[in-house]
Nanobody, 123 residues
Framework: VQLQASGGGLVQAGGSLRLSCAGYKRTSSNNAMGWFRQAPGKEREFVAAINWNGGSTAYADSVKGRFTISRDRTKDTVFLQMNSLEFEDTAIYYC?????????????????WGQGTQVTVSS
Protein backbone atom coordinates (compact mmCIF):
# COMPACT_ATOMS: atom_id res chain seq x y z
CA VAL A 1 0.00 0.00 0.00
CA GLN A 2 1.34 3.43 -0.92
CA LEU A 3 -0.41 6.61 0.11
CA GLN A 4 -0.32 10.19 -1.17
CA ALA A 5 -1.63 12.98 1.06
CA SER A 6 -2.56 16.40 -0.26
CA GLY A 7 -4.64 19.46 0.51
CA GLY A 8 -2.57 21.17 3.17
CA GLY A 9 -1.82 24.87 3.12
CA LEU A 10 -1.95 28.16 4.97
CA VAL A 11 -5.29 29.26 6.41
CA GLN A 12 -6.48 31.83 8.92
CA ALA A 13 -7.90 30.74 12.26
CA GLY A 14 -11.55 29.86 11.84
CA GLY A 15 -11.04 28.73 8.27
CA SER A 16 -11.33 25.29 6.66
CA LEU A 17 -9.21 22.85 4.73
CA ARG A 18 -9.91 19.45 3.21
CA LEU A 19 -7.13 16.89 3.17
CA SER A 20 -7.14 13.94 0.80
CA CYS A 21 -5.24 10.68 0.93
CA ALA A 22 -5.12 8.54 -2.20
CA GLY A 23 -3.99 4.95 -2.12
CA TYR A 24 -2.30 3.30 -5.09
CA LYS A 25 -0.06 0.38 -6.02
CA ARG A 26 -2.26 -2.06 -4.16
CA THR A 27 -5.58 -0.91 -2.93
CA SER A 28 -6.13 0.17 0.66
CA SER A 29 -9.91 0.10 0.33
CA ASN A 30 -10.27 -2.84 2.76
CA ASN A 31 -8.05 -1.32 5.45
CA ALA A 32 -9.01 0.99 8.25
CA MET A 33 -7.49 4.42 7.66
CA GLY A 34 -6.30 7.13 9.97
CA TRP A 35 -4.99 10.67 10.13
CA PHE A 36 -2.23 11.67 12.51
CA ARG A 37 -0.36 14.93 12.97
CA GLN A 38 2.96 16.12 14.32
CA ALA A 39 3.63 19.66 15.44
CA PRO A 40 7.17 21.04 15.82
CA GLY A 41 8.80 19.69 18.96
CA LYS A 42 5.91 17.35 19.71
CA GLU A 43 5.23 13.68 19.22
CA ARG A 44 2.98 12.38 16.50
CA GLU A 45 -0.62 12.23 17.71
CA PHE A 46 -3.83 10.58 16.60
CA VAL A 47 -6.41 12.80 14.89
CA ALA A 48 -9.11 10.61 13.34
CA ALA A 49 -9.76 7.09 12.07
CA ILE A 50 -12.34 5.31 9.96
CA ASN A 51 -13.05 1.62 9.50
CA TRP A 52 -12.96 -0.21 6.18
CA ASN A 53 -16.49 0.67 5.02
CA GLY A 54 -16.86 4.07 6.66
CA GLY A 55 -19.42 2.84 9.16
CA SER A 56 -17.34 3.68 12.23
CA THR A 57 -15.21 6.71 12.99
CA ALA A 58 -13.18 7.97 15.94
CA TYR A 59 -11.69 11.35 16.76
CA ALA A 60 -9.24 12.89 19.17
CA ASP A 61 -11.01 15.03 21.77
CA SER A 62 -9.20 18.12 20.49
CA VAL A 63 -10.85 17.88 17.04
CA LYS A 64 -14.29 16.46 17.84
CA GLY A 65 -17.04 18.55 16.34
CA ARG A 66 -14.60 20.34 14.01
CA PHE A 67 -13.03 17.60 11.88
CA THR A 68 -14.78 14.91 9.85
CA ILE A 69 -13.13 11.84 8.36
CA SER A 70 -14.73 10.07 5.40
CA ARG A 71 -13.74 7.75 2.61
CA ASP A 72 -14.63 6.89 -0.97
CA ARG A 73 -13.75 3.25 -1.42
CA THR A 74 -14.46 3.37 -5.15
CA LYS A 75 -11.65 5.91 -5.49
CA ASP A 76 -9.49 4.45 -2.73
CA THR A 77 -9.38 7.88 -1.12
CA VAL A 78 -9.81 9.11 2.45
CA PHE A 79 -10.68 12.69 3.36
CA LEU A 80 -10.28 14.87 6.43
CA GLN A 81 -12.56 17.90 6.44
CA MET A 82 -11.19 20.41 8.93
CA ASN A 83 -13.41 23.29 9.99
CA SER A 84 -13.00 26.03 12.60
CA LEU A 85 -9.25 25.61 12.43
CA GLU A 86 -7.20 26.83 15.37
CA PHE A 87 -3.57 27.86 15.67
CA GLU A 88 -2.97 24.69 17.68
CA ASP A 89 -3.96 22.60 14.63
CA THR A 90 -0.75 23.67 12.89
CA ALA A 91 1.21 20.50 12.10
CA ILE A 92 2.25 18.08 9.43
CA TYR A 93 -0.69 15.78 8.79
CA TYR A 94 -0.10 12.15 7.84
CA CYS A 95 -2.54 9.61 6.52
CA UNK A 96 -2.00 5.96 7.28
CA UNK A 97 -3.48 2.58 6.42
CA UNK A 98 -4.01 0.05 9.17
CA UNK A 99 -3.15 -3.61 8.95
CA UNK A 100 -6.76 -4.57 9.66
CA UNK A 101 -10.26 -3.44 8.64
CA UNK A 102 -11.37 -2.30 12.11
CA UNK A 103 -10.42 1.22 13.11
CA UNK A 104 -7.66 1.80 15.61
CA UNK A 105 -6.10 4.85 17.24
CA UNK A 106 -2.70 3.25 17.83
CA UNK A 107 0.07 4.39 15.47
CA UNK A 108 1.79 1.03 15.91
CA UNK A 109 -1.13 -0.66 14.14
CA UNK A 110 -0.62 1.41 10.98
CA UNK A 111 2.21 -0.08 8.90
CA UNK A 112 1.62 2.13 5.84
CA TRP A 113 2.13 5.91 5.92
CA GLY A 114 1.91 8.76 3.45
CA GLN A 115 4.52 11.49 3.18
CA GLY A 116 2.61 14.16 5.11
CA THR A 117 1.10 17.49 4.17
CA GLN A 118 1.73 20.75 6.02
CA VAL A 119 -1.19 22.60 7.60
CA THR A 120 -0.44 26.06 8.95
CA VAL A 121 -3.09 28.08 10.78
CA SER A 122 -2.36 31.74 11.34
CA SER A 123 -3.79 33.36 14.46
Amino acid sequence: VQLQASGGGLVQAGGSLRLSCAGYKRTSSNNAMGWFRQAPGKEREFVAAINWNGGSTAYADSVKGRFTISRDRTKDTVFLQMNSLEFEDTAIYYCAAARKSMLTMRPSEYPYWGQGTQVTVSS
